[in-house]
């Protein structure tokens, strides 16, 4: 086994002899004459997150089975495992069930509150008014975690079973074998300055070169969306649509405190045109998690997720649960799939796989998604077993056998159930259609119907924001400390921190072009046409359009400054900017969030 040690010390002896000649000190970096350090493994999993661990571990466990011995790596972009990981969250615990029978035997499992109650309510701008939930939304047998912790401690079982988990190695590229089938993948650069110079402690990203190659990167992960767009992957599937999810983290007061209760909530502060809704789930240790979400198919160009969010928390209902002696301890976002079964991609291509929200397997009727995840890489882990257990072959790795599984799995049958919600929405029913046709189903049809809504005009999330001049623009309330604060107060409970002279990593990036003109258009269309809705939309104040009529690369006075620093790897951006030309790419391995209790 290479250990992470070993690695590292590998790629620096490398370096020393690469970094030999004086000639290459803040050269430019050119990727096409660079050296890199290659090593061969079985198996390469992109993201160390519940799908990706998932796979690593049953792998291992097959491993066992069948007596073959598999070298399984693990890559993940995040300083520790865990660390880039937020979610609600509520697990339903069926897939673990599966993967680890004796998990609630552990002594440090982190699934230590039991869901003992579930409500509903829909909010006025005053009044919390109670209503039946769908059974879909019922939490019996569940848990109510940090999927942070969860991840974490998968992270230990899988590398207690000898897989390599390598946390700061975020996996940059794909690598490709001479037939354009994908030969493994290759981590990020690390050194390079902001110009894409090469500084005295350049490192050059590393192949791992694997007989099959999984990618769980999460919604919306650069590496998919490059297969998906090279491999047609979508060309039977609807477009995957998204929400952004903005969550925080309080102490509350112990007279607020009630263990285990899962409470969902819809209305204000949202409109009747924007899809979403907020939650509060009451965590062990006193805490509860709270937050919101945004379907980023909204329309208004002047809505900031995450002022909705601070305004929602000064209603009646959120002002008293917050009230007394309450800490806001934590605060994330973190965009997630909501397109459903009609959204899934072809799941294979040559030379490996998507698993998870790589593919996108949410339950957005459950609200709810790392069971499907976590089964996902189990059965791509059975499939790629039954792969390795072949021999030695020419061609490249055929995975159809794990999307043939998947569709006879009980994910396909969860998802094939609540099918119709969400996408009810984008029918000529509207808003208010929508919500009634969710009730019927969830509650007497239950997917047993002989239509499936598709959307047929293929819109985008980003397709579906509308011109500025259509909408007058939001007032948001003033920040109210410590109910509401503004956003870079927020955003130190995220511990994110990128080097500063880095390439910034979110590019003004279309059909491959990236320049001056590029980027002018992209001001010219921003703040003429939507107000500049970026620097609204991002929950970490990565984007500003500001005055400044010298640059060349601005418009009518205006250019577009990227903080990436702030960026918390939450891929609004990349989804919802109308004009399609911002690219989110892997920073240096090790950058981003710190997420620890999220």
Request: charged share 20%; glycine share 10%.
């Amino acid at each position: 086994m290479l250990t992470r040690t070993v690695l590292r010390t590998r790629i620096l002896n490398f370096n020393r002899l690469f970094h030999s000649s004086s000639c290459i000190n803040r050269q430019l970096f050119d990727s096409s004459t660079v050296e890199r350090v290659s090593e061969d493994v079985d198996v390469c999993i992109v993201g160390a997150g519940p799908a990706g661990l998932s796979t690593a571990i049953r792998l291992k466990q097959l491993e066992q089975e069948l007596g073959k011995e598999f070298r399984v790596v693990v890559l993940e972009k995040g300083a520790e495992v865990g660390s880039h990981i937020l979610s609600g969250a509520v697990i339903e615990p069926r897939a673990l069930d599966e993967l680890l029978p004796d998990w609630a035997l552990r002594s440090d499992n982190p699934l230590t509150q039991a869901a003992t109650s579930s409500h509903m309510r829909f909010l006025t701008k005053s009044l919390s008014i109670p209503i039946p939930h769908p059974p879909q939304m019922s939490n019996q047998g569940n848990y109510i975690v940090s999927l942070s912790r969860f991840t974490a401690w998968l992270g230990n079982i899988a590398e207690e079973m000898g897989v390599e988990v390598y946390p700061g190695f975020a996996g940059a590229g794909v690598v490709y074998a001479d037939d354009g089938s994908v030969a493994g993948v290759r981590t990020n650069e690390v050194g390079l300055d902001r110009l894409g110079c090469m500084k005295e402690s350049f490192e050059p990203g590393m192949e791992f070169r694997a007989k099959v190659t999984l990618i769980a990167e999460g919604a919306h992960g650069s590496i998919a969306k490059e297969l998906i767009q090279k491999f047609d992957l979508r060309q039977n599937s609807d477009p995957q649509t998204y929400g952004i999810g903005i969550k925080e983290i309080w102490r509350v007061d112990p007279s607020k405190y009630r263990p285990g209760e899962v409470v969902h909530t819809m209305g204000w502060p949202l409109d009747f045109r924007t899809y979403g809704g907020g939650w509060v789930y009451h965590m062990a240790d006193g805490l509860v998690s709270l937050g919101l979400v945004i379907g980023l198919d909204y329309a208004n160009p002047y809505l900031s997720p995450y002022k909705e969010f601070q305004r929602m928390k000064h209603h009646p209902y959120f002002a008293q649960l917050l009230s007394g002696n309450s800490t806001r301890i934590g605060y994330g976002g973190r965009s997630l799939n909501e397109g459903g079964l009609q959204s899934v991609p072809q799941l294979y291509f040559p030379g490996g796989a998507l698993v998870g929200c790589s593919a996108g397997f949410v339950n957005i009727a459950k609200i709810k998604g790392t069971h499907n995840a976590m089964k996902s890489g189990m059965l791509a882990a059975e499939a790629a077993a039954a792969v390795l257990a072949q021999g030695s072959s020419s061609e490249p790795a055929d995975m159809s056998q794990y999307e043939i599984a998947l569709k006879n799995s009980w994910v396909w049958s969860d998802l094939s159930e609540v099918r119709n919600l969400r996408e009810s929405f984008h029918t000529p029913l509207g808003i208010w259609g929508g919500i009634i046709y969710s009730g019927v189903d969830s509650l007497l049809l239950k997917g047993r119907t002989p239509w499936t809504f598709r959307n047929r005009t293929r819109l985008t999330d980003a397709q579906h924001t509308q011109p500025a001049y259509r909408f007058r623009p939001i007032k948001y309330p003033p920040p109210q400390p410590p109910l509401s604060t503004d956003l870079l107060t927020s955003l130190t409970l995220t511990g994110t921190n990128h080097a500063e002279d880095q390439p910034v990593h979110l590019r003004v990036r279309k059909d491959g072009i990236e320049d001056t003109t590029l980027r002018k258009l992209h001001v010219q269309r921003n703040v003429s046409e939507y107000a500049g809705l970026l620097q609204r939309a991002c929950p970490a104040g990565v984007y500003e359009y500001v005055e400044d009529g010298t640059t060349a690369d601005g418009w009518n006075g205006h250019k577009l400054v990227i903080n990436s620093q702030n960026c918390i790897h939450c891929k609004l951006c990349d989804i919802k900017v109308p004009t399609q030309d911002i690219t989110w790419t892997v920073p240096e391995g090790g950058g981003g969030p710190k997420y620890t209790i999220t």
